[in-house]
């Protein structure tokens, strides 16, 4: 966890409340003003609240791209119930005498709310912006779902590896962010009263003082990197993901001009999505030939050609439906495989997946809720009818907690990636897919079709320097790698640049 993490996170959740704030205070005022309007404006705000916060993030960034704008938004329509609803309820509960005193003034509707009602129902209202604040800050750790930055990565990296320690730094830091502001927003609430409220001349230094803090966070939090001689990558979710763009950034810079930059943590959907189109966030990144069959073109194994490989067979597709490609195979192949407890294995006598038949009876088989899913061929329903397998029950989890839940038992068999050194902490036996029935998932750099030509004036090199990993790391080197970021705790960039120095890539 950095300060750049805690500052992101900070001025997300400011970009969007005051987003919230231009948006909600207006409509708590219409829902006011516009008894027949009330019940549709309420009742909107009430439906935004309900949708999941990763649905809405998805259906956001559709329209609005990868990044911190997606987070904003959806942080900012999430933070609008108990502003719109406090603002309304504040001014109805504004004395009836007032209003009809305002009235017999001559002042008009508007006049009367802007320069009576509201400074009267001021209390409500701030405390509606006070609970939207300190909502979006737990929130916004989905911002790193969608390459938002902030403090989710770190909860979700603390998540899947079981670190105690970073689960409780990352909470620590989402704790101490909303008492402060909760601290500050009571503050600058005690200094407007005590000087007359929103119509006192001097409500102006606190205002300042609020709008000075934004403004000095706001762009370091929500900085971004790009310009003719960067390459722009997003860090991953997983830490071989991260390793591996971590090793492009060092290998690039060391043998190119550009600079690279690796922006917040992002899923493979999702850096996919912002790496096509021609409003792409990022240039390239790490993935696989079954993931772009199943999950980016939506295709299967019964599509590809006889005459075609799945490597070459994406390829064909990448090129042709979106401009992007794979480039030479890294040499791991991050496949599912199928795994279960080396001892109750052992125990078992069970080495490859047909060992399983004649026991799957008494033993409960748990995977990430992706693998039950129907699409595609390699998942679940497939899989077991594929070897005669009939488990006394199935689990589906959160991946997050998938080794958490087999380690303490909640079930005896699992689906793994073949490279993940979680495999090896959690003491699982990887069991031999005898019957072949998962296809390989190779691992390559995935790029843009343009990405070689518009970086030929500062890095003509780059296409030779980028191969120079191709072939270079088997599934062993990669479970080595993986064990050390997520088991032993070392950085990303130690073991990334170890791992190239080994192969005399870099000095």
Known sequence: MTMQMILEHIAIVFAASLLAVLVGLPLGVAAYAAPRARGAILRVSDLLQTIPALALLGMIMVVAGAGKKTVIIGLMLYSLLPIVRNT???????????????????????????????????PAVFTGIRIAVVNAIGTAVFAAFVGGGGLGGVLNRGIRTQNLHLILLGTAALMAIALLLDFGMSLFERRLRARGGLRGRKK????????????TILPSGLRSVSGEDTLVLYDGDYSETQIMHHMVKLLVEENTDLNVTIKDQMSQVNNYKALIGKNHSCDLMIS????????????????????????????????????????????????YAIAMPADEAKRLGITTVSDLVPVAGDLVFGAEHEFFTQEGSM?????????????????????????????????????????????????????????????????????????FDRFAAVAPNLREVLGKLEGQISNDDMVEMTYQVDVAGRSVDDVAAEFLRSRGLIP
């Open 379 to 451: 998942k679940y329903g497939p899989f077991t009818a594929f070897y005669g397998l009939q488990f006394k029950d199935s689990v589906s989890v959160d991946v997050s907690l998938k080794y958490a839940a087999i380690e303490n038992g909640a079930f005896d068999v699992t689906e793994v990636y073949a490279t993940d050194g979680l495999n090896r902490k959690a003491g699982l036996l990887v069991l031999d897919d005898d019957r072949a029935f998962f296809p390989e998932y190779n691992g390559a750099l995935f790029v843009r079709g343009d990405l």
């Open 288 to 335: 696989y030939d079954g993931t772009l069959l199943t999950t980016f073109f939506h295709r299967d194994i019964a599509d590809i050609p006889p005459d075609m490989g799945l490597y070459d067979y994406v390829n064909e597709l990448g090129r042709a439906e979106q401009d992007v490609y794979l480039l030479g195979k890294l040499g791991f192949d991050n496949t």
């Open 204 to 215: 102006v230094v606190p205002i300042a003082v609020v709008l000075l803090l934004m403004l």
């Open 88 to 122: 309304c309820l504040g001014l109805l509960q504004v004395d009836p005498g007032v209003r009809e005193a305002a009235r017999g003034m001559g002042m008009t509707s508007f006049y009367r709310i802007a320069r009576v009602e509201l400074p009267l129902a001021f």
